[in-house]
């Protein structure tokens, strides 16, 4: 006769086996959700993993399985940004969902040593796939000569990765609004260029304006904050004049907007400006701002996804058709002045 089961002591596979009348291996096969299994059977077994309070061993799902419930993220991007945070957060209640626990791992992104230190950590926690928020070249290829060993997903860059958001396509679009509105002297504050986003965003912008004939009246470097964009906002206003600006995020706009007010422009009699990214922030500047809606939400649902089915069918898995980031016009865009 087995011993009786402490009253402290968590239930065991065999306990629910008891409890629902079937074999053990009945309920292995319900935790791995195999098809092999009829849908009576299942809701018993169910109910007994419920009124018992089951919680499968990690180790054991694992070793069925044949790999762990565990995500790894590395952030290359500083973990300070709207965007990146807000695909973090996706991917962590995506993952959940599905049963899968996630880890993540800051990196400086311009130390190889820390993209390899990063990599390792998350890997000898056994991770069964990895997603990787590194926008630069170093960070992609320091993970690829890695060689991991598992599903890898990679949020930006080109080929894959542009199935995640149409960066240069979004880009054009902000253009032709305000080639629209009849603005024909239009500046440009590119991202770091370092960043695939940057790139996409600038050579889309650029790409748009040489359709209609047109060329940037200028092009200032920034880096992501408001404080590079009210710098570059002071280096563009001290040049040539023009009438619209596209800036390659909100907080970079934040920024020139108020280097202009300081210059004596109003925004949008005397320039126009145009975000990206529709941080929660920027409906509430002064002027609410005009830019590009991201759905960072879907695309973490989607990179735990494209994991998860790798891990299924490594050789069947595509990626997803792109998103495409959604204009929406708010009160910094206008007709140039006469």
């Known amino acids: 006769m087995a011993p009786a089961r402490s009253a ?53 799902r694992a070793l069925a399985r044949g790999h762990t419930q565990l995500l790894g993220v590395l952030d290359a991007t500083g973990g300070l940004l709207y965007g990146p945070s807000s695909t973090i957060n996706a991917i962590e ?105 940057a790139a996409a965003r600038r050579s889309g912008f650029i790409d748009a304006l040489a359709a209609a004939g047109l060329d940037p009246v200028a092009v200032a470097s920034s880096d992501w904050s408001a404080q590079s964009g009210y710098a570059a906002g002071v280096r ?24 202009a007010r300081e210059h004596g422009k109003r925004i949008p009699a005397d320039i126009s400006v145009v975000g990206f990214d529709d941080t929660p922030e920027s409906a509430h500047y002064a002027p609410p701002l005009t830019t590009l809606r991201q759905d960072f939400a879907e695309s973490g649902r989607r990179a735990v996804a494209l994991v998860l089915a790798r891990l299924a069918a490594p050789d069947r898995a595509g990626a997803p058709a792109p998103l495409v980031p959604q204009l929406v016009v708010r009160a910094s865009t206008a007709p140039p002045p006469s």
């Open 93 to 197: 209640l995506a993952g959940r969902a599905v049963g899968y626990s996630v880890t993540i791992a800051g990196v400086d992104p311009g130390d190889a040593d820390s993209v390899r230190e990063a990599l390792a950590h998350l890997l000898s926690q056994d991770a069964a796939g990895l997603i990787i928020i590194g926008p630069g070249a170093q960070t992609r290829e320091a993970v690829a000569a890695a060689r991991p060993g598992v599903p890898v997903v990679t949020m930006h860059g080109s080929g894959e990765a542009a199935a995640f958001t149409e960066q240069s396509a979004a880009a054009a679009a902000a253009a032709r609004h305000l080639l629209g509105l009849g603005h024909t002297r239009i500046a440009l504050i590119a991202g770091p260029a370092d960043w695939s986003e």
């Open 236 to 259: 563009l206003l001290a040049g040539d004049p023009f009438t619209a600006v596209f800036c390659a995020n909100d907080q970079i706009a934040l920024g020139f907007m108020h280097a």
């Open 8 to 60: 402290h002591q968590a239930p065991s596979i065999r306990d629910v086996a008891r409890r629902a009348g079937v074999s053990h291996m009945t309920v292995s096969r319900v935790l791995n959700e195999s098809d092999n299994v009829s849908a009576a059977t299942r809701d018993r077994v169910l109910a007994a993993i419920d009124a018992l309070d089951f919680r499968p061993s990690r180790t054991a």
